[in-house]
């Protein structure tokens, strides 16, 4: 794989690529999808399997495409397994377990990041505790030291100083989940579905009173009991084979003693004696109206079924819930449904986001009367291939990636722990393949017509928020998401190996990316390719020069409007139709956008290619623009603007660019682009059309694909379908920047958001730098101050302090200036004081406490070694090379950084940072109760401006981050 920027062929040097091929009609024919047996065949993870004399179950799986090994581990305990008093134990665990072990202390991360670890986290739910980070092959040992030594070697490094701090950083994960909208109702959906004495009758995140009523030596005997080899699962994924793996296992983990034998779980599946209706309130833009079932676990014959129908009914994109409630009586603007499997029961979820002005118990009504229908009569046949069909085509798309939180790692260990059977996927693929509608409807009528719990959440005031009392100092741990971390047995005659120092890294290569090759199609718009084999699949990128920095100040949001309302009709399609074709080729169309780029994205098995082409191209080229899909869409547009007002982290991401670019810059608008009230209302179909004509006209365009095709072939398909393409009328001007950026000042403008139980802090000031600027020392200088886990801001506010989940600072690149911005959610009491650590931080890194040699080290390594974990997978590949193309780097560019990392210096780094960035220029935006916080904000050294704490009007008007900048150096 080298990003070697080649040419196709030396006629394509000069000529454009011409090909005999007609042009695409102007109406769509839809193709033959190929039958779904062919894509379930094509799903196959070949393992090989031992088990150790101490029970350690290891499973490994053979992939060479990468010098790289996924290393995962799986804990046959979660909160599933906590008695009464004892509940948020393992979750606390896994958060402990990253703070070192006896023979490797200090965090976990500081060790993975030296070696190059890429997506590494760790995880707690109901059923499992899990670890995983993917390592270059040569440094494969310091993965297996580091997991071996916390398994067995982990309690003399825990103390009652690490418990106190790592309470206080969950706690902190509990209100930064709290604080969202909707945040409370999983609490409920728990206490109503299940009996307390039932082991999923608490949430994951626990009880923080029953963390800090335990002892050090309740918390040691928790590990001893639950963490054992005979426990535990390990799964090696890549660039290994069982013989060179079985010496490596057996000498890191083989002398660790077997642990207890873990209690087995057998509950009865919970049923309600009558329905439960309950409403709740909260900050929100609309009321949300839940439906709630347990229903078997997923090794029950009924699950599959059971998934399927909820698919049908709200999670494919031609659902019966959106077709009838969303485009048909447009009483809601959101909705969805879908099984969460879970070992000892399932959670069936239904919900409907109300459109505002629609009368909630109404459409409640109606939901339950469309549910009601759908139990009694069941799917189409047609409906339950293109689930099947949709999930095979996602099933080939996650073999590419051999670990992470759902690469090939994950299946096997899954269908080990839960199933006894690495291979469980298979049988899942061939229920799914072999469901048919009438064992759906019977599965249904068996399971959803058992007394339901109904919750609605509707606009107002949440009661007052009660205050956890631990802690010196996007919540997961519930029943719908895991807990992220990031987010005396018998005797052995094994020999321990040596564990005085970490294992020797190996010799690393360079990455090896994809040779990049260009061509030029008939009507000039250029296209780059790489080859990729690890899957039968294709993904094609249309990116045009557009982005929400191409909306004028009259229709800000427009640029949202256009990517939403593409995919709801073409000039020979309806939007059901469009959804349906998608999901019978197993094809992903998607439409969005940064500040810069407006992307047309199509992910699609090689079989149904063609055909996924041809829609591709119905879209991009014929949108209808239908009066009727156009007032849905502004109804939608205008619920996500509401939604952001109610959301602490949206409120800031949007308040924050018009403060510091001003707002006449294209850059000085909400990061989620969705405009305001007031530009979306008076949005137009002509402004909707001449935006497509002039700003997705082929003038604007570049294609970038990678897949498992040939290149002349793929050429000429793409020839075919945009080749012929001129557009209408003229291409629009390139986009103007040159309005005025003010001056930094130091200032905090505080937003008042009653009953928060966290403060967002957001910081940021605008750089003397472009996004085509050489960016690489700087981002290396900020990964050191606050730029990943480990980073000094992140260490100092949730390592040392507990007043947060988690920090970070980012180097926000575009086509114009960069943003630097400064993120941290805080504990409420600990506002100004974290304002004022941060601003200290920043402080000392410009002053007298600049890089130190072992933070140059770890980034140096960090960043070499991670380079061939990092393209793993296509998406990052047509990431880099989008990148590449906007800021004007050579195709090669992935594969030079590694020597201009390991030439950089300490004064490198401190003088790229202290030419950036200027201490006194920050404006800071903090989301809080301002009851709460206007003491200690008043207490610094800043000018402070309150926005809605004695009005409504918060000046906020939309929400979310766009990632324009794709791959970055760092």
Request: charged fraction near 20%.
């Amino acid at each position: 794989m080298t990003r070697l920027s080649c040419t196709l062929l030396l006629a394509l040097t000069t000529t454009a690529l011409t090909v005999s091929a007609p042009a695409l009609a102007q109406s769509y024919a839809p193709g033959e999808p190929a039958p779904v047996s062919e894509l379930v065949a094509a799903v196959d993870i070949p393992y090989e399997e031992f088990t150790l004399d101490n029970g350690l179950k290891v499973l490994i799986h053979t992939d060479r495409k990468a010098p790289i090994v996924a290393v995962s581990i799986w804990y046959g305990v979660g909160s599933a397994n906590e008695p009464e008093g004892k509940t948020g134990y393992a979750h606390l665990f896994e958060h402990i377990m990253f703070n070192g072990s006896e023979n490797a202390p200090g965090d976990f991360f500081e060790p993975l990041r030296q070696i190059g670890a890429t997506d590494l986290n760790g995880t707690t739910w109901l059923d499992r505790t899990n670890y995983f980070q993917t390592v270059p092959t040569s440094a494969l040992e310091v993965a297996l030291f580091l997991e071996s030594d916390r398994m067995g070697y982990l309690l003399g490094a825990v103390t009652q100083e690490k418990l106190d701090n790592q309470i206080g950083v969950v706690s902190n994960e509990k209100r930064q989940g709290d604080n969202q909208p909707y945040g409370m109702v999983s609490y409920r959906q728990t206490e109503l579905l299940f009996p307390e004495d039932h082991p999923y009758g608490h949430s994951t995140i626990g009880s923080l009173e029953d963390l800090e009523a335990a002892s050090l030596d309740d918390m040691k005997q928790w590990f001893t009991d639950h963490y054992g080899p005979n426990n535990s699962i390990l799964v090696l994924a890549g660039d290994i084979d069982a013989a060179t793996a079985r010496p490596l296992v057996q000498k890191w983990f083989g002398a660790i003693p077997r642990g207890k034998p873990i209690e087995d779980l057998n509950p009865v599946l919970p049923t309600l004696d009558a329905p439960v209706y309950e409403v709740m309130k909260d900050k929100v833009a609309t009321t949300r109206i839940y439906r709630n079932w347990v229903v078997p676990g997923l090794n029950d014959p009924d699950y599959t079924p059971l998934d399927v129908g909820m698919t049908v009914l709200g999670g494919l994109a031609s659902s019966r819930l959106d077709n009838i409630m969303v485009r048909g009586e447009k009483n809601a603007v959101a909705v969805s449904a879908f099984v969460i499997p879970f070992v000892h029961g399932s959670l069936v979820n239904i919900q409907a986001d109300v459109k505002p002005g629609e009368d909630a118990d109404e459409v409640a009504r109606r939901l339950d009367e469309i549910i009601a229908d759908f139990i009694a009569n069941g799917p189409t046949a047609d409906e339950v291939q293109r689930v099947a069909t949709r999930d095979a085509a996602a099933r080939i798309a996650g073999l590419e990636q051999v670990g992470g939180f759902s690469g090939k790692a994950v299946a096997l260990a899954e269908g080990k722990l839960y199933s006894d059977d690495p291979e469980f996927y298979k049988k899942e693929l061939a229920r799914l393949a072999s469901t048919t509608p009438a064992a759906v409807t019977a599965a249904m009528k068996k399971w959803l017509t058992r007394p339901v719990v109904g919750i609605m959440v509707e606009p107002g005031e949440r009661e007052e928020y009660q205050e956890v009392g631990a802690g010196q100092g996007m919540r997961t741990g519930v029943l719908t998401a895991p807990a992220f971390y990031m987010q005396d047995g018998e005797g052995t005659t094994v020999t321990a190996p040596d564990r005085s120092a970490l294992p020797p890294v190996g010799e690393i290569p360079n990455v090896d990316f994809p040779d990049v090759e260009t061509a030029t199609l008939s009507n000039g718009i250029k296209v780059f390719f790489a080859r990729r084999d690890a899957v039968p699949m294709t993904r094609v990128t249309l990116s045009f020069n557009a982005g929400t920095s191409a909306d004028s100040a009259d229709t800000l949001g427009l640029q949202n409007f256009v990517t939403s309302i593409l995919k709801e009709g073409t000039t020979s399609l309806t939007s059901i139709e469009i959804a349906e074709q998608q999901e019978r080729l197993g094809a992903n169309i998607s439409i969005g956008g940064g500040r810069d780029r407006t992307d047309v994205d199509l992910s699609a098995v090689n079989p149904n290619l063609d055909a996924s082409l041809d829609l591709m191209a119905d879209i991009v080229k014929n949108p209808a623009f239908n009066d009727d899909d156009i007032e849905r869409i502004r109804v939608q547009q205008l619920t996500a603007i509401d939604r952001e007002e109610s959301d602490p982290l949206s409120i800031a991401s949007n308040s924050l660019p018009p403060l510091v670019f001003g707002p006449e810059h294209p850059y000085g608008r909400g990061l989620s682009g969705n405009g305001t009230r007031e530009t979306v209302s008076a949005i137009s179909r002509d402004n909707l059309s001449t935006f497509h004509q002039q700003w997705m006209h082929p003038e604007k365009a570049t294609i970038f694909a990678a897949g498992q095709i040939d290149k002349q072939e793929l050429f000429d398909k793409l020839e075919m379908r945009f080749g012929k393409w001129n557009g209408t009328g003229n291409a629009a001007p390139a986009k103007n920047f040159d309005a005025a950026i003010p001056d930094g000042t130091g200032r905090i403008v505080a937003i008042h958001r009653p009953n928060s139980p966290q403060s967002i802090i957001l910081a940021g000031q605008v750089l003397p730098y472009t996004g085509a600027d050489d960016l690489l020392i700087l981002n290396a200088a900020n990964e050191i101050l606050g730029g990943n886990f480990l980073s000094r801001i992140n260490m100092d506010l949730r390592e040392t302090k507990g007043w947060s989940y988690g920090t970070r600072n980012t180097v926000l690149r575009g086509e114009d200036r960069a943003l630097y911005t400064m993120r941290a959610p805080v504990q409420t009491n600990q506002t100004g004081p974290a304002v004022a650590a941060i601003d200290a931080q920043v402080r000392d890194f410009l002053g007298e406490k600049g890089v130190t040699p072992a933070e140059l080290e770890r980034t140096v390594n960090g960043n070499v070694r991670q380079l061939p974990g990092q393209f793993e997978r296509t998406p990052s590949i047509l990431g880099q090379m989008q990148a590449d193309v906007m800021f004007g780097r050579p195709t090669n560019y992935a594969e030079t950084i590694a020597d201009r990392y390991q030439a950089l210096t300490a004064e490198d780094l401190n003088k790229a940072m202290a030419e950036a960035v200027d201490p006194d220029k920050f404006t800071w935006v903090i989301v809080g109760d301002v009851g709460k916080i206007k003491a200690q904000l008043d207490a610094l050294a800043m000018p402070v401006e309150y926005r809605g704490y004695e009005a409504s009007d918060t000046a906020v008007n939309s929400d979310g981050s766009s990632n324009d900048s794709v791959e970055s150096d760092d």
